[in-house]
């Protein structure tokens, strides 16, 4: 390895650098969206699931009321 670095090496050091951290930040980005479009999956999951137990006892509740 070189004990001493030129301007000119610095400056591609640099470049290099910042177009793999200008890649990374578009990955981490794209997780974000996933992430995102998860949680929204998740809670409509929720209130579907909400919906169905809601649904159920209301049924069962009637059905003891008429048979009582």
């Known amino acids: 390895m070189r004990s001493t670095w030129t301007d000119s090496r610095l400056d591609d050091f640099k470049e290099r650098v910042d177009s793999r951290l200008g890649e990374?930040?578009?990955?981490?980005?794209?997780?974000?969206?996933?992430?995102?479009?998860?949680q929204h999956t998740m809670v409509q999951a929720f209130i579907a699931l909400m919906v169905a137990m809601f649904t159920g006892f209301a049924t069962l509740a009637g059905l003891i009321i008429t048979q009582i």
């Open 24 to 38: 990374l930040s578009g990955q981490l980005n794209e997780q974000g969206a996933r992430i995102d479009r998860l």
